[in-house]
């Protein structure tokens, strides 16, 4: 596993399928907000940016789409494609999702309240 990708646990039976990320074992930082993105066109692209201070935590819960990070000297490139996989995005690391799939859903968890200033949007 790498240093980016989480593997969530998920309990399933009858009923369905549950996937959870709760504590220190599962999430890396504390939420303070949360968002979803959805209904992306073909071919755009969301993100392209980087937090000064704040963590994220990314999962496709629907279809799937590519998360690419960069942070100083070096890159990681992941298929998101089930709602067990998470991308940890630590502060002054460049994210750019793309290659959405009509019905993808991301789910991104955040450690602070939106502040513009906290965002840089020109590529590392």
Same mark, same amino acid.
């Not at 599962?26 to 993105?37: D, E, N, S």
């Not at 002054?92 to 309240?113: G, Y």
């Given at each position: 596993m790498?240093?980016? #990708?989480?593997? #969530?646990p998920?309990?399933?039976?009858?009923r369905?399928?549950l996937?959870?990320a709760?504590?220190?074992e599962?999430?890396?930082?504390?939420?303070?907000r949360?968002?979803?993105?959805?209904?992306?066109?073909a071919?755009e692209?969301r993100?392209?940016h980087q937090? #000064?201070?704040?963590?994220?935590?990314?999962?496709?819960v629907a279809g799937? %789409?590519?998360?690419?990070?960069?942070?100083?000297?070096g890159e990681?490139?992941y298929r998101?494609d089930s709602p067990e996989?998470?991308?940890h995005?630590?502060?002054r690391?460049?994210?750019?999702?793309r290659e959405?799939?009509?019905?993808?859903?991301?789910?991104?968890? %955040?450690?602070n309240a939106y502040?513009?200033?906290?965002?840089?949007?020109?590529?590392p």
């Amino acid at each position: 596993m790498s240093r980016h #990708l989480l593997r #969530l646990p998920t309990f399933a039976d009858a009923r369905g399928a549950l996937t959870i990320a709760e504590g220190e074992e599962c999430l890396p930082f504390p939420i303070a907000r949360y968002f979803v993105v959805r209904d992306v066109p073909a071919g755009e692209t969301r993100g392209r940016h980087q937090q #000064l201070e704040g963590h994220e935590l990314i999962s496709c819960v629907a279809g799937a %789409c590519t998360v690419e990070l960069r942070w100083g000297d070096g890159e990681a490139t992941y298929r998101l494609d089930s709602p067990e996989q998470a991308v940890h995005v630590p502060p002054r690391t460049w994210v750019e999702c793309r290659e959405f799939t009509a019905d993808a859903v991301l789910l991104v968890l %955040c450690s602070n309240a939106y502040d513009r200033r906290d965002q840089v949007g020109e590529r590392p």
